[in-house]
């Protein structure tokens, strides 16, 4: 890192519901958000957002005729920008950069839609300008009049975190002194759950808590999906009114060995965790925001590649999987959300089920990872 970048602003739409504040208030407890839901008469565990969320998604495809045929992934995201740039005190004059990622980006409506062509042997009109995973960034750039570069990718559940890094390189090229980064997901559709369950990573049983991300001594895989949307308003150098500080960052890619695994010492992890550390000392970090999706493989490997860098002294891990469910491309920036409300309130926040850990003294720095399918990974350090 050149110079410390601000974290001015984040703002989500999650089971957690829609504001920091309720966010944190559920993070005190050591109740889940997960239900189980039909899909085609199969019962599949899921973590929804609130009804209040449900109905400000409702209001918001209502409050224009435009806005009707977009996907929950694009209203979801649309939903949290506003949200993030008001709290940041952005406006359409600031001419800020957008890049918002997704892992599936339109599949509810890509789903529809394709039922329909089956059906009637031909596509609705606005069948591919409202799938297209393009369509998240550029109506959130429309949303909110700005005319900053827009972007979008998908990096599946490191996506988010992805666009975090395009931010960062953008703003320390001087090609843009802000720009808003997140990501966005509406994964609960049949044919999402049933990919899950052919990939036989889904949770089954229906225990005290259906994920079980972290748990190293799991016998089954548990992952559990989750919809929602988190964005957060970069700004260069250190703002006062900045929620936090991105201290560095780190990526890694690991050569292929199978579609949907990463090596069984996550060999990607300890090299995005080595760059994001940079020069600081291992034993200076405090917190470590698990990516751990809730598989027996994907939780150990990561926990195995976190033994190696911090062999001395491994900080405080943490997840929020276990609580909200996996939202693929949209998931490390609520774990980013997660971290900087732990360094607001100076409170680590266990995992019930597994062995607990001595809280630290203080919270100065956490590190946030996220991978997805092909070992893609990424770390971010956070300070205070």
């Known amino acids: 890192m050149k110079a410390p970048i601000s974290i001015s ?10 504001s920091l504040e309720e966010a944190w208030e559920k993070y005190q407890d050591s109740e889940h958000y997960i239900t189980a839901k039909n899909f085609d ?25 435009k806005y009707k045929n977009l996907d929950d992934s694009v209203l979801f995201a649309i939903h949290a920008s506003r949200d993030a740039v008001h709290q940041a005190g952005w406006d359409s004059t600031d001419n800020f950069g957008v890049n918002i990622g997704s892992s599936r980006g ?66 320390q090229s001087g090609m843009a002194d802000k720009f808003l980064v997140g990501g966005s ?40 999906l989750g919809e929602g949307a988190s964005m957060a308003c970069l700004e260069q150098g250190k703002k006062k009114n900045a929620l936090g500080y991105i201290e560095g960052v780190g990526y890694a890619t690991e050569i292929l060995e199978h579609n949907i695994s990463i090596s069984a010492e996550a060999e990607c992890f300890q090299r995005s965790m080595k760059m994001a550390l ?73 995992v019930p089920f597994v062995a607990k850990q001595q809280q630290p003294k203080q919270l100065k720095k956490i590190l946030v990872n996220a991978v997805g399918f092909g070992g893609n990974a990424v770390s971010i350090l956070l300070s205070k």
Not at 9 to 18: D, F, K, Y
Not at 150 to 155: A, D, L, Q
Not at 314 to 326: E, Q, R, V, Y
């Open 278 to 350: 940079g020069e600081i000392h291992p034993n200076d970090v405090d917190v470590i925001v698990m990516h751990a999706p809730g598989t027996k493989k994907g939780d150990l490997s990561e926990f195995k590649a976190i033994s190696t860098i911090f062999c001395n002294k491994i900080p405080f891990l943490t997840t929020n999987k276990w609580k909200l469910g996996h939202t693929f491309g949209a998931s490390g920036m609520l774990s980013i959300e997660f971290a900087l409300l732990m360094l607001r309130y100076q409170k680590a926040i266990d």
């Open 106 to 171: 339109a599949t509810g409506l890509f789903e529809t839609y394709h039922k329909q062509f089956l059906k009637d042997k031909e596509a609705k009109t606005l069948t591919s300008p409202t799938t297209t995973l393009g369509n998240i960034s550029s109506w959130v750039a429309h949303d909110l009049q700005t005319q900053g570069p827009e972007i979008s990718h998908s990096i599946t559940c490191s996506t988010a975190l992805h666009a975090l890094l395009n931010g960062v390189a953008w703003i």
């Open 41 to 65: 008469a199969k019962e599949a565990f899921v973590a929804m957002l609130t009804s209040e969320g449900k109905e400000k998604i409702i209001s918001l495809k209502n409050s224009d005729q």
């Open 185 to 224: 997901e509406a994964p609960l559709t049949s044919f999402t759950i049933a990919q899950m369950r052919a990939l036989k990573v889904y949770a089954k049983n229906n225990d005290t808590y259906p994920c079980k991300a972290f748990d190293l001594d799991k016998k089954h895989n548990t992952m559990v």
């Open 9 to 18: 602003a984040i703002r989500s739409i999650s089971p957690l519901g829609l």
